[in-house]
């Protein structure tokens, strides 16, 4: 049996927070959760959930992975707690992290959130910003290894906007050697600073390729990826968005340039017809569903490694 180790970091807020070690025992420990083969007693602990944005997988997920190892959350709502009038988050997260043993936030700013974990006294993890969405990666990268058995030989590409979802897949891309491609329009590229970390990890491997090509961007590639191309807090950018993204779905005629044996993933929620249709979504070669089950035992796995 495995147990669980203590991880490095006290804070989860980054894909880079993790080594390649942890990585790897987080997913370990995600598929015996998975498979029934562990079971983990965190009694009392109590995780807090501070969501500015809304959420269904990743709130629930967190719920269900803390009941599974026999702790509670507390769903500190922004809007009912003192948080939306604006009390300082030095302040909230020291009053917080008194009551929790561990934060899950979603927001806005990735500065936010390192505010948060800078006065808090218990773990933080990012449940998304505009810059990362570390633990939807971790899940995204238990699928592709479900799959391909390891990393070796996988190329994945993403369509669509260089956006959080994106940032997270590269630098745990670059952190496992896998060659990542990223087919966005002209002016939606992935955040610089998050490519030049992820290009730093690979050293002169030159696997990170951008382009603003999607039928070049697939051929050969392994497993297909795609995310909204308005993200929350972009509801203003959508006309505009919508008109620059024309020729990134996923359809079926892009699918068939891709390997014959690879599989689609999207983080979900979709907007179907838009960055991906509904028959692809549907088709056999997804693990959409899969990838968002996925969310749960890896979930459970962090928070194990967080609070052991
Ligand atoms: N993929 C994901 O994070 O979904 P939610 O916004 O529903 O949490
Ligand atoms: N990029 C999307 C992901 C949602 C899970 C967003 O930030 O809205």
Redesign the pocket.
Known sequence: MINPIRLENKNFLSSLDTSTEEFFHILELASNFKNKDLNIELEDKVLGLIFD?S?T??RVSFQVAMSRLGGSTVDLNPTTSQIERGEPIKDTARVLSRYCDVLAIRTFKQSDLEEYAKWSSKPVINA?T?LE?PC?ALADYMTIKEEFVDFKNVVLTFIG?G???ANSLILYGALLGVEVRIACPKGYEPNNLVINKAQKIYKNKNLLKISNEPISAVRGANVLYT??W?????ENQKEKKDKDFLGFTINKNLVRKADEDAIILH???AYRSKEITDEVIESKKSRIFEQAENRLHVQQALLSCLLT
Do not use: A, F, I, Y
């Not at 308005?230 to 972009?234: F, I, L, R, V």
């Open positions: 944005k959420s997988r990743t998304l505009d969405h939807q906007d956006n959080n979802v995310d909204v308005s993200s929350m807090g972009e983080c979900l929620p």
